[in-house]
């Protein structure tokens, strides 16, 4: 999800969170785990990187070596020793059964059936789990983010901001005069224009980029490390990318809202209510425009040429 923590401190880690870690490239491996375990040798790199990790976790690092293997979690203040039991379980099964008992199958039998701390246990390989998480944060139609994780990541994004100072932006998005294209050309035309939009956005953002659909015909996307002339460039090259054309050669277009933090930014909330009141200016006065938000102060309209900060 390391060269520099940016994990939300423990006492702000969610389940979702960890779900989230799992998929993270730099995310601890049940074969990695399985190694450190010594089911395998150890690369020099891998060690490196698992002295990394332990340094930057600290008491975490046991949390997340059993959630890898489990995808339970268990608090800090537990997590070192009961890792400890294991691998002392481990030792033993292996001596009793003369090979070696590699550590998802002990780990999984400790707490099963020594310490009843999982009760009935299920065993899903590493892909169906990655699966099954990237399911639960995306959205069915369009392949985006979901409006949950779209909070999550977005007050996660935002205490970086006050924390470390880096940049955010955030763009809110409407697509235009939708119910009319429900009403005229009917709901699976309607599903056919989100699901497009969904390739657009997946297809024209950036890496970084953290694209979400927000509501029914609403949808968001968060910019790490991007200011606030930036984001409306973007916004605008999203406009023009995002225009999709009905049968009859009718165009939808979209209306959009842009906010980037700054002195005024407490939480979350202020950076979502300012490109929101972005987007509600668009949608008052025209339509298939952008307008960027300055702190609270709503800045003029943004074309494709002579871009300002507002």
């Known amino acids: 999800m390391t060269q520099q923590n940016n994990s939300p401190t423990c006492s702000e880690e969610t389940d979702a969170d960890r779900r989230r870690g799992i998929l993270a490239d730099n995310a601890l491996s049940l074969d990695l785990v399985s190694a450190l375990a010594g089911d395998r040798p150890l690369a020099k790199a891998e060690s490196g990187r698992l002295d990394n990790l332990k340094q930057c976790r600290g008491p975490r690092f046991y949390c997340d070596l059993l959630y890898s293997v489990t995808h339970q979690y268990f608090p800090p203040e537990t997590a070192e020793e009961l890792w400890g039991k294991v691998l002392l379980h481990k030792t033993a099964l292996s001596a009793i059964l003369g090979r070696n008992v590699r550590i998802a199958v002990a780990t999984l039998d400790y707490l099963s059936n020594i310490t009843d701390n999982m009760g009935a246990a299920t065993l899903v390989d590493e892909a169906n789990i990655e699966e099954i998480v990237g399911l639960s944060l995306r959205d069915g139609l369009t392949g985006l983010f979901n409006h949950t994780y779209f909070y999550q990541q977005i007050d996660f994004e935002v205490r ?145 040429a002579g871009l300002s900060n507002p």
């Open 160 to 304: 970086r901001y006050l924390r470390y100072g880096t940049l955010v932006s955030l763009v809110l998005m409407d697509i235009d005069d939708f119910k009319m294209v429900n009403d005229t050309y009917g709901h699976r035309e309607g599903d056919r224009i989100l699901a497009a939009m969904g390739k657009t956005f997946i297809n024209v953002a950036r890496d970084s980029d953290i694209c979400c659909r927000y509501g029914g015909e609403e949808f968001a996307v968060i910019l790490p490390l991007t200011d606030i002339n930036e984001a409306g460039i973007i916004a605008n090259r999203l406009k023009t990318e995002l225009e999709e054309r009905l049968s009859d050669g009718r165009v939808v277009t979209v209306s959009i809202g842009v906010a980037a933090c700054g002195e005024k930014t407490r939480t979350y909330k202020d950076l979502v209510e300012r490109a929101d009141a972005g987007l509600y200016q668009v949608k008052r006065t025209g339509k298939n425009r952008v307008v960027v938000v300055a702190d609270g102060v709503i800045g003029a309209d943004l074309h494709a």
